[in-house]
């Protein structure tokens, strides 16, 4: 074998290697992304079924014959609640889930840019449980 071709071989197995190397830092990526992606939506899904109680916990409140400010204050967190879950959501969808690179085709560059925001987007639903369910315990305890 000359020269020339030991040069080519040791060049592919070197750019092989790299390339291997660059996608196992992806593919570390890429389970993070979903890890973090499918943490978000766990949350999202828990909080789904809440969205009913505070309609309902709002419709019971405004049937009052009169309403306490404590009663009043537990109906506007109900509906702030409702307001941030929506808002959530719409910005969620739009960031998320419409029209984005597939997973598999985002650069390191995206992952990363993607894994911090869905790290901040796991904090503000993980609020915003905390408010809803905060909001749902202060009406319940407010149509006592």
């Not at 079924?49 to 014959?65: N, S």
């Amino acid at each position: 074998m000359n020269i020339f071709k030991k040069c080519l071989v040791v060049f592919a197995c070197i750019t092989l290697s790299a390339s291997m190397i660059s996608c196992d830092d992806n593919a570390e990526l890429r389970d993070q992304y979903n890890s973090l992606f499918t943490e978000v939506i766990a949350i999202h899904d828990e909080l789904m079924p809440e969205m009913g109680k505070l309609t309902e916990l709002q419709e019971q409140l405004q049937a009052q014959d009169s309403i306490t400010s404590a009663q009043q204050e537990a109906l506007d967190k109900l509906k702030e609640s409702d307001n941030r879950m929506m808002s959530w959501m719409h910005d969620f969808t739009d960031t998320y889930v419409k029209d984005r690179t597939p997973v598999a085709k985002m650069t390191a560059a995206e992952l990363q840019e993607n894994i911090k925001g869905l790290k901040t987007e796991l904090e503000e639903v993980k609020e915003l449980r905390d408010f809803t369910n905060e909001s749902i315990a202060s009406a319940q305890k407010n149509l006592k």
